[in-house]
């Protein structure tokens, strides 16, 4: 059996062996000048546990703990195996909503009963949460909290002792695991339009200590990729924009936003590196292919990654996006090592952990196989290997790949290193566990809520007002709101905006139409605008939907007030040629529809600008909207 892991204090002997984690009464976190509120215990922390009196703000301090750091890390890793050395660079999904729960998928995805004997069994760097069909687990905060203490506690009583990286997708807006009660967040376009990195940081702030809070220590977010394509399908509203400043801005604000707050923050991620902005197709399903030149890249997409790294992110992740013009190779990024460790390690000068965008995704299957990927994507510069679909394989093919000498075990060393010394910088090592009883009120309190609803008042967008019915002067008796809903998250947009528009008095009646309107829904539709005073029309991606425009265009020739709500990506403007008052929120969950309704009713006056320039529909080589648009009053 390999020792444990050193506790992260001062330097002990490479023979000494520390059965338990112990929390030192004055950690690195405290030197790292991380920001804490003196005499505040952090989040998650023991309740008799204080937090250190004065948060360390010198360099000469920074360079020790930097250097008692990978002290540790080397000590650290030279206790370890191959076996564990490799399991380290792994990140998978785990099933069910608890460690200890004997879930019926576990004998297939991982031959074993629990999430907790996974992570002994494959010496696990790090798990993943998510909450759709396949793989739930969320229910709510606490319970997510004791599912990460959990975990923890079988990381601990493994063999190396070392904690677990437990990450999450939770951007905001369209990406979000886990929704009510925790504190629900505009997405990056959204705070695009804002235009305040202020905001930005604090966002992010929030959505790190919530995390924090529920035992996720790292966040696979900002989005740094510049939206450049009007039609990207997978990309759209988590980027902040189309403008690579804008975004650098905006990426450098929430990486300084969740990882400022220290322990009651979490490791950042950019992605999608080289920049996933310009694809046509989506990487779930098939490999995109992206046509920019070399000196193209630099000046569009490249900016924002270099904000990131001066902000000092944590995290990189790689793109499954095929790149001619810097690998003419014809391998996805994710796999490439001119692309991850030419320009990404070398010309832009990151040193910290590079992740890879979910191996399960068709993107990167296309060329070689499940056994293949992980190898080369660590011969390219990877560090941190996430959701395998076979995770037995990929461990096994690494292994393998060390033995037969296609990969050195200095190469793993090197990444394994990385990924220990992201944890102790981040205070996972140290506090690895979190307080159950605490997390109701860290987690979707009033404050962070208001905050937020604050934050996402400032970005509701009005592009057109021609009949000048914004805002609205005369509150209506009665109101229709029909159009899209979101059938892929299973959102009735419809009907949630009709609560917001309902809380201010008038009679609401809904009609959903979905996103294929047939002529007989938007016949219903009419009918039902004749008895109300003014139409509410919902669109969602309506430039690929012709029953959408019809739908918009049917009503505004009922001759009723008709305001027309952009639920998605706001590229449909540059369709809705009928549509003569027309608003974007930028997507659809409460606070956004809230602050959207807002601005309906002239509770706020509407201060969103454009992050995106918008195409004409019929001409998309001439823009109808610009960048900065926005109206007010």
Not at 131 to 148: C, F, G, H, T, Y
Not at 321 to 329: A, H, V
Not at 414 to 420: N, T, V
């Amino acid at each position: 059996m390999a020792p444990r892991h050193r506790p992260l204090t001062s330097r002990t002997p490479a023979r000494a062996t520390v059965p338990a984690l112990k929390v030192p009464a004055l950690g690195a976190l405290a030197a790292l000048a991380i920001t804490t509120v003196a005499g505040a215990a952090p989040a998650g922390a023991a309740p008799n546990q204080a937090a250190p009196a004065k948060p360390a703000n010198n360099a000469e301090q920074q360079m020790n703990e930097q250097q008692r750091i990978a002290d540790w890390a080397e000590e650290t890793l030279r206790g370890m195996t191959l076996e564990q050395k490799v399991g380290q660079l792994f990140v998978t999904w785990v099933n069910g909503q608890s460690a200890d729960e004997a879930h019926p998928k576990n004998p297939d995805d991982f031959g074993a009963r629990t999430a907790a004997e996974v992570v002994k069994k494959y010496h696990l760097g790090g798990v993943i949460y998510f909450n759709n069909e396949d793989r739930d687990n969320v229910e709510s905060p606490k319970q997510i909290a004791e599912l990460s203490n959990g975990l923890q506690q079988a990381a601990k009583d493994s063999e190396t002792g070392v904690p677990l990286t437990v990450t999450i997708d939770q951007e905001g807006g369209t990406v979000t695991r886990i929704g009510a009660p925790a504190t629900e967040y505009p997405g990056a376009m959204a705070i695009g339009a804002g235009r305040n990195t202020d905001n930005a940081a604090s966002a992010a702030t929030i959505n790190g200590r919530e995390l924090r809070a529920m035992g996720i220590n790292q966040n696979y977010a900002p989005d740094a990729d510049v939206n450049s394509n009007p039609v990207n399908p997978v990309i759209g509203l988590r980027s902040f924009g189309s403008d690579p400043k804008l975004v650098g801005d905006m990426v450098d604000a929430q990486i300084r936003g969740y990882q400022e707050a220290g322990t009651e923050g979490v490791s950042a991620a950019a992605k999608h590196f080289p920049g996933h902005g310009d694809a046509a197709v989506d990487s779930h399903d098939e490999l995109p292919q992206i046509d920019r030149t070399a000196e193209e890249w630099r000046k569009i997409d490249a900016p924002p990654f270099r904000a990131a790294i001066d902000a000092g992110v944590d995290n990189v992740m790689s793109a499954h996006i095929t790149f001619p013009n810097l690998d003419p190779s014809g391998d996805p990024a994710t796999l490439s090592k001119p692309i991850l460790t030419g320009l990404l390690r070398e010309e832009l000068g990151y040193d910290g952990v590079v992740s890879t965008d979910a191996l399960e995704m068709e993107g990167v299957r296309e060329l070689y196989t499940d056994a293949e990927i992980p190898v080369r994507a660590l011969q390219a510069g990877v560090d941190q290997l996430v959701m395998p679909v076979d995770l037995d394989l990929a461990v096994n093919s690494v292994l393998d790949a060390v033995r037969g000498g296609e990969l050195t075990e200095q190469r793993i060393d090197e990444s394994a290193l990385r990924i220990l010394k992201q944890k102790a910088k981040r205070g996972v090592i140290e506090n690895p566990f979190v307080d159950v009883d605490a997390v109701d009120k860290l987690v979707g309190n009033q404050e962070n809520m208001d905050e937020v609803q604050r934050i996402t008042d400032a970005t509701t967008t009005v592009l057109r007002n021609d009949e000048d019915l914004l805002p609205i002067k005369d509150k209506p008796g009665s109101v229709l709101v029909a159009g899209w809903e979101s059938t892929a998250r299973g959102v009735a947009v419809t009907e949630d905006l009709a609560e917001h528009i309902g809380a201010r008095g008038p009679e609401t009646t809904t009609l959903t139409t979905g996103a294929e309107p047939t002529e007989e829904q938007i016949n219903e539709a009419v009918a039902a605008a004749e008895n109300v005073d003014t139409v509410v029309a919902v669109v969602g991606n309506a430039a690929s939907s012709p029953g959408q425009v019809d739908l918009v265009n049917r009503l505004v020739e009922t001759g009723k007030p008709v305001i027309t709500v952009i639920a998605d990506v706001p590229y449909d403007a540059g369709y809705l040629d009928s549509a003569k008052t027309v608003v974007t929120g930028y997507g659809y969950n409460k606070p956004t529809l809230e602050a959207l309704t807002k601005v309906l009713f002239g509770e706020t006056a509407p201060q969103g600008k454009l992050p995106v320039e918008i195409p004409d529909g019929a001409n998309p080589d001439q823009v109808r909207y610009p960048l900065g648009h926005g109206l007010t009053w």
